[in-house]
Nanobody, 115 residues
Framework: QVHLVESGGGLVQVGGSLRLSCAAS????????MGWYRQAPGKQRELVVT???????NYADSVKGRFTISRDNAKNTVYLQMNSLKPEDTAVYYC?????????WGQGTQVTVSS
């Protein structure tokens, strides 16, 4: 099993920044890729960005140039730096791990961008 714990959400004004963290534990050696997804009220969960074990990142068009994913392998943690936040970025953000046993999700962290 892979267990994920997110942190770092909160309330921020338009144009502000937040950094989300996702700490992985358990069968971390079996993780192929990790990523961030988000779900706004009344909408389906959508991809924000994924990063492979080799470091290759894939961003949604809506966040390119504003969000940056990074990973600290020593801490088994993935980060999402979010800059130039917009009201449409408001959502619950979920960390995901794609590992040999399937997929795991964190509990989610709320990001609210106020205008």
């Amino acid at each position: 099993q892979v267990h994920l714990v997110e942190s770092g959400g909160g309330l921020v004004q338009v144009g502000g920044s937040l950094r989300l963290s996702c700490a992985a534990s358990g069968s971390i050696f079996s993780i192929n890729a990790m990523g961030w997804y988000r779900q706004a009220p009344g909408k389906q969960r959508e991809l924000v960005v994924t990063i492979t074990s080799g470091g290759s990142a894939n961003y949604a068009d809506s966040v390119k140039g504003r969000f940056t994913i990074s990973r600290d392998n020593a801490k088994n943690t993935v980060y999402l730096q979010m800059n130039s936040l917009k009201p449409e970025d408001t959502a619950v953000y979920y960390c995901n791990a794609d590992w040999e046993g399937g997929g795991s999700w964190g509990q989610g962290t709320q990001v609210t961008v106020s205008s």
